[in-house]
Structures are given as structure tokens and as C-alpha cells.
């Protein structure tokens, strides 16, 4: 198994017009091979932003990349240039193997 995670930091006043902008878009996953489960978070305010992240659980590596390969992908995020900015930084992507998962 495979986690893709974004983290992104949301400018304080910006929270509510982000967390809109990802729970009102239109999710692709569910089509995709190997896609498993999507989970939207919104973690501790620091100083200058609120902590936010998403997850996406993939049965591999591979149908992670697939993913970010797809029309499906590109649909998902053709937008996302256009959009206003509302965090202080550009997302922070980070990917994991999952070694051990109990459920």
C-alpha cells in the first residue's frame, strides 16, 4: 500500500474559502485502479496559518503514479493555477510505503 500526502498551510481568514474549495470539487478517484480511500483533514493552528492535508491511499506505488499520469489527474487540478492563492506557501507533498497496516 501506498499514502500520497499534501500538507498545505492556510493563511488564517483563508479556511473556510479552502476547506469549500476542496469539499465542493468534483473527485476523480473512485474511477481509478488501485485507489482506495481519500481522507481531508484540518490538523493545529500555528502563528500565520492552519495545518491541512490530504491523504490518498493507493494498493501500490505504481497506481499512485498512474494516478498523476491520468486525464483524470489532470481534470482534478487543471484549475488549480487559476485559483486565488489562500495558503502562505505552495503545497508540501510527501509519499509513503505502508510497511505494517492493521485494520
Known amino acids: 500500500m501506498y499514502i500520497a500526502m499534501n500538507r ?4 488564517h481568514g483563508n479556511e473556510d474559502a479552502f476547506e469549500q474549495r476542496w469539499l465542493n470539487r468534483d473527485i476523480y478517484l473512485k474511477e481509478l485502479p488501485g485507489f482506495i480511500s481519500f481522507q481531508f483533514l484540518r490538523g493545529p ?5 492552519t495545518l491541512y492535508v490530504s ?5 501500490s506505488y505504481d497506481d499512485f503514479i498512474n494516478w498523476t499520469k491520468s486525464d483524470a489527474f489532470a481534470q482534478a487540478h487543471h484549475q488549480a493555477h487559476k485559483a486565488k492563492r489562500l495558503t502562505v506557501a505552495p503545497p ?3 509519499g509513503y510505503d505502508v ?3 492493521v485494520a
Do not use: G, I, Y
Open 45 to 49: 493552528r500555528a502563528e500565520d496559518h
Open 55 to 59: 491523504h490518498t491511499f493507493w494498493n
Open 92 to 94: 508540501s507533498f510527501e
Open 8 to 11: 498545505f498551510k492556510v493563511e
Open 99 to 101: 510497511l505494517q497496516n
